[in-house]
Nanobody, 122 residues
Framework: VQLQASGGGLVQAGGSLRLSCAASGRTFSSYAMGWFRQAPGKEREFVAAINWSVGGTYYADSVKGRFTISRDIAKNTVYMQMNSLKPEDTAVYYC????????????????WGQGTQVTVSS
């Protein structure tokens, strides 16, 4: 399994970015896909996840109402639209995949992509 994250960048507070995670290597119909982030000096934290087959989603409270996770089955890609960005959203964002349902614990995810940097200036 390979996960390729992209779409990070520098944006002003209040702005938007869309992250993409291109997945390959297997059929993901029984998988959950998640986004995590890690700021300097902090632990990796859960942001959002989606059930690949039925599209159910789950969000961290800190991003609920601002971020939207989605997937394009035909393109084998997961997206995260991030709106109303805040300086505290600054982090390296990682996509991850696990066989089974949605969970928020990073250690439960089997596959990880490389990170993409998101920087929000005030």
């Amino acid at each position: 399994v390979q996960l390729q994250a992209s779409g990070g960048g520098l944006v002003q507070a209040g702005g938007s970015l869309r992250l993409s995670c291109a997945a390959s290597g297997r059929t993901f119909s029984s998988y959950a896909m998640g986004w995590f982030r890690q700021a300097p000096g902090k632990e990796r934290e859960f942001v959002a996840a989606i059930n690949w087959s039925v599209g159910g989603t789950y969000y961290a409270d800190s991003v609920k109402g601002r971020f939207t996770i989605s997937r394009d089955i035909a393109k084998n890609t997961v997206y995260m639209q991030m709106n109303s960005l805040k300086p505290e959203d600054t982090a390296v964002y990682y996509c991850a995949a696990r066989y089974g349902g949605i969970v928020s614990r990073a250690s439960s995810y089997d596959y990880w992509g490389q990170g993409t940097q998101v920087t929000v200036s005030s």
